[in-house]
Each structure stands twice: as structure tokens, then as C-alpha cells.
């Protein structure tokens, strides 16, 4: 019998990706202040529109609950409601105008992570999907555990949405409903759902990179 629960197990499976974002050059520069901020610009763009991904999957999650209890007590603890007004503040204090974020488009590794949540939850259900979805809020919630507080006044303002532990309850809620889920299901769905969930960690060290290196599409067209 497992000792603890099917979130921390899945949480210790991801060390080594866990591990690899706090050295991640992207956190290390941001925490220094020496972080182009060109290359953090280019991360809150593409982070506003990767929350709008995962605003879709968590909707699908909660419309998928089996009870109203479970259903409103996610739906309290969904990330979207503490991250959209930080971006606001950010795109304020960065000058990034809503003509130049509505103009953009993700990027290649913003729209494979996207889809890969979504697919998670078409194929696997809820119980994938959930899974799919936990890595983002833990990992954020466990930078900003971690993270000194950075100089910066733009960069501090980021840091401090997740260093006050904004986070934690909607952390907290989304692994309970994953352990819940994880208790009734078979071998191979708890495969499947260990799967979507470090292929989700592994994309939020991509996210990182993607960032750092400002990714772009390799023609200059618009792909949509």
C-alpha cells in the first residue's frame, strides 16, 4: 500500500523536472534582476494566453464533477480569478498595450502544452485531465516558496502573486479531487494519469525555455 497519497507520489515522481526549473536560467535571471525584459515581456504574453487553455480544461474538469459539492468547491479554486488581474498589472506596468496581446499568438510549445491538456481530458476524462491540469499551480505554487524576492519592481510584482501562497488552497483542492479520483481507478488509468501529469511538468520546464529563448514559429506567418 502506498504511504502517501497518488498527488505526492506523482509530485516526487517529478523531482528531477522540479529540480530543473528552479536552475532554469529564465528563474535564476528573474531573481537576480538581470533578466532581459524582453524575455519576460515575451513570458506574461504568453502566459496570458496559455491561462486561457488552461481556463477551457478547467471548465470541461468541473462540468465533468459528479456532485455540485465538488464542482463548487473547484470552481472557488481555479486559478484564473488570481492570475488575470496580475497580468493586468504587469501589462500596465510593462506597457504592453491589449492592441499589441490581442495581435499576438501562443507559440509552438504554449500550443503543444495546451493541447496536451486537452487531449489528456478527451481521452482520459476527468480523472486525466486533472491530472493534466495540477502541475501548473503546484509548480507556481512551490517557485514562489521558494524564490527570493527579486529587486526588480516589475519582477517583484510577479514574484509576490505566488510567494503570499495565493495559490496553495487552489493547489490543495485540485490534489484532493486528484487522490479522489485516483482511489477508484484502475492500473491503467493510474498510468494514463501519472503520464499526463509529468508530461505536463515537462512542459512547464519547456514554458520556461520557450520563454528564455523567445520562441518563435520558424515561418514568419500567421499560423492560425
Known amino acids: 500500500m502506498r504511504s502517501q497519497s497518488f498527488s505526492e507520489h506523482l509530485w516526487q515522481l517529478a523531482t528531477p523536472t522540479w529540480q530543473a526549473i ?19 515581456s515575451y513570458y506574461i504574453v504568453q502566459d496570458y494566453h496559455y491561462l486561457a487553455g488552461f481556463g477551457r480544461c478547467a471548465a470541461a474538469a468541473l462540468s465533468a464533477a459528479q456532485d455540485t459539492n465538488t464542482a463548487r468547491r473547484l470552481l472557488h479554486r481555479v486559478t484564473t480569478p488570481v492570475e488575470r488581474p496580475l497580468h493586468g498589472r504587469l501589462f500596465d506596468a510593462l506597457g504592453v498595450s491589449t492592441d499589441e496581446v490581442d495581435a499576438s499568438h501562443p507559440a509552438p510549445t504554449n500550443i503543444a502544452y495546451q493541447n496536451h491538456m486537452e487531449v489528456s481530458m478527451r481521452a482520459g476524462g476527468m480523472a ?34 505566488y510567494s503570499e501562497g495565493l495559490l496553495k488552497e487552489s493547489t490543495r483542492a485540485w490534489s484532493e479531487h486528484l487522490d479522489d479520483l485516483a482511489a477508484t481507478a484502475g492500473p491503467d488509468l493510474l498510468e494514463q494519469m501519472t503520464a ?11 514554458f520556461w525555455s520557450m520563454a528564455y529563448n523567445l520562441e518563435q514559429w520558424p515561418v514568419d506567418a500567421d499560423p492560425h
Open 196 to 206: 499526463a501529469y509529468l508530461t505536463s511538468a515537462q512542459y512547464e520546464h519547456m
Open 22 to 40: 528552479m536552475r532554469h536560467p529564465f528563474l535564476r535571471e528573474l531573481e537576480s534582476g538581470t533578466l532581459p525584459i524582453e524575455k519576460f
Open 128 to 161: 486525466c485531465g486533472v491530472a493534466a491540469l495540477l502541475p501548473c499551480p503546484r509548480i507556481y505554487h512551490e517557485v514562489g516558496k521558494i524564490l527570493s524576492e527579486p529587486d526588480d519592481p516589475v519582477f517583484k510584482i510577479w514574484r509576490s502573486t
